[in-house]
């Protein structure tokens, strides 16, 4: 049986879980290999203070049969790298399933992946989507054909486990689950702005304002107008 790899896209400042949840969960798939690519092999620090290393490069890394963009300050100067929006494209060409995590959605946005499909991000950044030209739809986890994107930070483990179910099966995807305790029980109900109390929310408008700003000027700027 040929192995299915399975590609993260690393770039300075991205939000770690945004890749290791899914990482986690994508490394335990049987007969894969999992491949973490930037654009040097050099160590790329993350948004909390942990660097991340990279097994291959851009200029080596196998066709992937399923690419995965995470999310995180960082995409505001990602959109705007060639190097890395030409490496997303062209893997994305033949891969089988083509994804993102919280606002890596926006880098398949800057790579024209996801005009005219449906898709969901970050709940802060929702709104911008159409910009790149896709359809805000909520929920965890959006399929479009071959392109899912899954939501904000944590969506991505969900995202993980559905994928292994598909490839796998439901048994070995619930094997995965229960290997990593993935149990969820959070003391709040807040997650979700749905379900957060008024106040929490408010609590997060200036703080998200600045960066939703940084992302429309670098999304208008890559964006054909």
């Given at each position: 049986?040929?192995?299915?790899?399975?590609?993260?896209?690393?770039?300075?400042?991205?939000?770690?879980?945004?890749?290791?949840?899914?990482?986690?969960?994508?490394?335990?798939?049987?007969?894969?290999?999992?491949?973490?690519?930037?654009?040097?092999?050099?160590?790329?620090?993350?948004?909390?203070?942990?660097?991340?290393?990279?097994?291959?490069?851009?200029?080596?890394?196998?066709?992937?049969?399923?690419?995965?963009?995470?999310?995180?300050?960082?995409?505001?100067?990602?959109?705007?790298?060639?190097?890395?929006?030409?490496?997303?494209?062209?893997?994305?060409?033949?891969?089988?399933?083509?994804?993102?995590?919280?606002?890596?959605?926006?880098?398949?946005?800057?790579?024209?992946?996801?005009?005219?499909?449906?898709?969901?991000?970050?709940?802060?950044?929702?709104?911008?989507?159409?910009?790149?030209?896709?359809?805000?739809?909520?929920?965890?986890?959006?399929?479009?054909?071959?392109?899912?994107?899954?939501?904000?930070?944590?969506?991505?483990?969900d995202f993980g486990l559905s994928i292994a179910a598909e490839l796998?099966?439901?048994?070995?995807?619930?094997?995965?689950?229960?290997?990593i305790e993935y149990d969820p029980a959070p003391p709040f109900d807040?997650?979700?702005?749905?379900?957060?109390?008024?106040?929490?929310?408010?609590?997060?408008?200036?703080?998200?304002?600045?960066?939703?700003?940084?992302?429309?000027?670098?999304i208008e700027d890559v964006m054909p107008h």
């Amino acid at each position: 049986m040929s192995v299915f790899n399975i590609g993260f896209v690393l770039f300075p400042e991205l939000t770690q879980l945004d890749f290791t949840g899914p990482l986690q969960v994508l490394a335990r798939l049987p007969q894969s290999a999992t491949h973490i690519v930037a654009k040097s092999c050099a160590p790329v620090p993350s948004d909390c203070g942990l660097s991340l290393l990279p097994t291959c490069t851009f200029a080596n890394c196998p066709p992937l049969n399923m690419i995965c963009v995470p999310g995180g300050s960082g995409v505001v100067a990602a959109i705007r790298d060639q190097e890395t929006i030409d490496f997303v494209r062209r893997q994305a060409e033949t891969a089988k399933y083509v994804t993102s995590v919280c606002t890596g959605a926006f880098v398949l946005g800057a790579a024209g992946l996801i005009k005219a499909r449906r898709a969901t991000t970050h709940w802060a950044y929702t709104d911008l989507l159409s910009l790149v030209g896709a359809t805000h739809e909520k929920g965890r986890i959006v399929r479009d054909g071959n392109v899912i994107t899954a939501g904000g930070v944590t969506s991505g483990i969900d995202f993980g486990l559905s994928i292994a179910a598909e490839l796998a099966g439901n048994e070995t995807a619930q094997a995965i689950q229960l290997g990593i305790e993935y149990d969820p029980a959070p003391p709040f109900d807040a997650g979700h702005p749905d379900r957060a109390p008024q106040a929490v929310r408010a609590s997060l408008t200036g703080r998200y304002e600045k960066s939703r700003s940084a992302y429309r000027a670098s999304i208008e700027d890559v964006m054909p107008h």
